[in-house]
């Protein structure tokens, strides 16, 4: 891999879901290259380590584009966590205001910077392909799976307890056959309390629970309200530890309008990566 070192990038938390954020509007980082830069700068403990890399590109029919790569080297359609930490570097670099559109494979979505720029506003792609009625067997027991996609695939799984084998059922449930070819998320989901959830999350791309992914709690409060009687805002205890806040419009159908998702999104650090980095 030839390029031209160093290059600045920064990184970015949130709620736990981590990310590399390159600005890469001036082409520095052929489209070729991305797949592999990808998987060896999110590799942890011999690079920079992160659940995803985000490179910013220009775009013409947004503020800002983006091409973005889950860990393993494999292209997203959407990454709701992801987005917030874009809006937030493009707004601290003064790339774009508070309000902004980012363009993505799901399509553009509009995001705001609020609470004092403390908190970053997404709002989701349409969800669509819901479907109802499915079940899978985990360690010998049957649960029913419920499935949307919320710009990324997604199964809702509730659950007694949070204390499930995440990676084990995640992994069995991300590659099903009823997912093929394209596969999904696997969200377990306990129920709190009215309106509160907590949701842990196998992702696909990462191959493993994650922190917290932004799509998945979508999904999980949107199932939640169909199925439990929950009403808009619905707020979710990610796994580490954080609070996403998930607000919407469900009507029959179902139809699922105005779905925000809303979260803080931290600096972590910036750095320069090395030719080192990436060996």
Request: aromatic share 8%; charged share 25%; proline share 4%.
């Amino acid at each position: 891999m030839v390029l031209d070192f160093p290059i600045a990038f920064e990184k970015m938390s949130g709620t736990g879901n981590d990310f590399v954020i390159i600005d890469n509007r001036e082409g520095l980082i052929p489209l070729e290259q991305h797949p592999e830069l990808a998987k060896k700068v999110c590799q942890r403990k011999f690079s920079v380590g992160a659940d995803g890399l985000i490179l910013l590109k220009n775009s013409d029919k947004a503020d800002i584009g983006w091409d973005f790569y889950n860990a393993d080297g494999s292209v997203a359609e959407m990454c709701g966590n992801g987005s917030r930490c874009a809006a937030k570097f493009a707004h601290s670099h003064g790339i774009a205001g508070k309000k902004m559109k980012l363009e993505t494979i799901a399509g553009v979505v509009e995001m705001e910077i609020c609470n004092g720029d403390q908190a970053v506003r997404v709002k989701m792609p349409q969800p669509f392909d819901f479907r109802v009625g499915l079940s899978i067997s985990l360690d010998d027991v049957e649960y029913p799976v419920t499935y949307v996609n919320t710009g990324v695939p997604q199964a809702v799984i509730f659950v007694s307890e949070d204390n499930v084998p995440v990676k084990k059922w995640g992994r069995k449930v991300r590659f099903h056959q009823l997912f093929e070819p394209k596969g999904t998320n696997a969200n377990f989901v306990q129920v709190l309390d009215k309106g509160l959830l907590k949701v842990r999350t196998y992702e696909r791309g990462v191959e493993d629970e994650t922190m917290a992914c932004g799509t998945g709690a979508v999904a999980a409060a949107l199932i939640s309200a169909m199925q439990k009687d929950m009403d808009s805002p619905i707020e979710v205890i990610t796994s580490g530890g954080e609070r996403l806040t998930i607000l919407f419009d469900l009507q029959d159908g179902p139809v699922a309008d105005n779905v925000f998702l809303q979260g803080p999104a931290k600096l972590i650090y910036t750095g320069e990566l090395t030719g080192e980095a990436l060996l």
